[in-house]
């Protein structure tokens, strides 16, 4: 029996035509509402949803990308206590800088970003400049610079 696929199904994706075992198709498929039989009018009705779709995911990995543009364009300052130098020049910070300060920092800018988006790749723990990576989803990634400095 030829179907379409509704839901993503082992290696089958929503919109995929396959021929499967009629007693799959009807005893387990259909039934579930995973998939739907391949008529003329049904392949039809689904390729149209489907390019709405892939419009509409365009459209929001555009917006995405645009997103991405504007956060790598600011400059985050977060002021932290300190402790002295040490031998080699540097100051430690007490504790590190987490994602809610991150987070905070961001919405300050006008950026809502959920703190478990932000990545920060090293812990922060030191004064200085260090990378951090914002996944906005759909495969964007906005990466960003942040600078850790003492309060005075």
């Known amino acids: 029996m030829k179907v379409i696929f509704t839901e993503n199904v082992e290696n089958n994706k929503v919109g995929d035509i396959k021929e499967v075992a009629d007693g799959y198709a009807r005893n387990f498929l259909l039934k579930q509402g995973m998939a739907v039989i391949a008529t003329d009018e049904e392949i039809e009705k689904i390729q149209k949803e ?3 779709l892939q419009q509409e995911e365009e459209k929001k990995i555009k917006d995405l990308e645009e997103e991405k543009e504007k956060l790598e364009k600011i400059s985050l300052e977060i002021k932290v206590e300190a402790g002295p130098e040490d031998e080699e020049g540097t100051r430690k910070i007490f504790g590190s800088v987490t994602n ?4 905070e920092t961001l919405l300050e800018k006008g950026f809502d970003i959920d703190k478990k ?3 920060v790749l090293n812990p922060i723990k ?5 990378d951090i990576h914002i996944k906005l989803g759909h495969g964007v990634i906005a990466e960003l610079k942040i600078k850790v400095s ?3």
Do not use: S
């Open 150 to 152: 003492p309060i005075k």
């Open 100 to 103: 809610a300060e991150i987070q």
């Open 126 to 130: 030191e004064l200085g400049v260090h």
């Open 117 to 119: 988006e932000i990545e």
């Open 50 to 52: 489907l390019t709405k």
